[in-house]
């Protein structure tokens, strides 16, 4: 099956910086990255994803890259804000695998 | 929408007990799935349905373990009897179409079993 790595476990930024986590997936059938948002006593929630046949894709101050040579994707914040503090899920699938394969998360805390 | 609604929010209850959690996807969606979430462990899938229909349950960690979902809006897991190692945050999630994609998560239920 799928195996997701996500680097690091915890990223601290001050505000306004940029924050990048990293993924690494391991089947090279995956075709499908979201990444997911998790606040404190909340369920993660959807904030971006990309499919395979895209290298790049963005939203206001989220953007994702995908190598698939490579086998890894990134999440990148610009001008990041305290409400940025959560943490960070990458995620992978397959059309015909299906489910979705977390990474453990980032804890990302921004500081003012 | 109200998006998919968990309940309870907390449970405690003592080892040994019966535990039922409930999940309400939202409306339309096809898929339903069950997560724990650990800190040693993380996001672990435990079961799935289609259509109301099971399709994998290698996640669920033991037949102490089980699910349900009796039609598409409505369904429980169960833990009989409950342990310690079982306190974790539970989190069902639905989906529409493709298997994979625009997961929407509950906000959970935190068990703790004492």
């Known amino acids: 099956g799928e195996n997701v790595e996500q680097h690091p476990s915890t990223l601290s930024v001050q505000e306004g910086d940029s924050a990048v986590i990293k993924c690494t997936y391991s089947d090279s059938a995956s075709n499908y990255f979201p990444w997911y948002k998790q606040e404190l006593g909340k369920g993660p929630q959807l904030i971006i994803d990309?499919?395979?046949?895209?290298g790049e894709k963005k939203d206001q101050r989220i953007a994702v890259t995908l190598n698939k040579t490579a086998k890894h994707f990134s999440l990148h914040i610009t001008e990041t804000q305290p409400e940025d503090s959560a943490v960070y899920f990458c995620?992978?699938?397959?059309?015909?695998?299906?489910?979705?394969?977390f990474g453990a998360g980032t804890q990302v805390v921004v500081t003012p | 929408d109200a998006g998919v609604i968990q309940s309870p929010r907390h449970e405690v209850t003592e080892m040994g007990q019966e535990v039922t959690l409930r999940c309400k996807p939202i409306?339309?969606?096809?898929?339903l799935f069950w997560y724990r979430q650990t800190m040693m462990r993380g996001l672990e899938l435990l079961i799935y349905f289609n259509n109301n229909v099971p399709i994998d349950d290698s996640g669920m960690p033991e037949d102490r373990f089980s699910a349900k979902m009796p039609n598409a809006s409505f369904s429980t897991l169960k833990i009989q009897p409950s342990e310690p190692r079982d306190s974790a945050v539970y989190f069902c999630?639905?989906?529409?179409?493709?298997?994979?994609?625009?997961?929407?998560f509950g906000s959970g239920t935190r068990l703790t079993v004492v």
């Open positions: 999630a639905s989906s529409f179409g493709q298997l994979g994609y625009g997961y929407t």
């Open positions: 995620a992978a699938s397959t059309d015909s695998w299906g489910k979705l394969q």
């Open positions: 990309i499919r395979s046949n895209v």
């Open positions: 409306s339309g969606h096809d898929y």
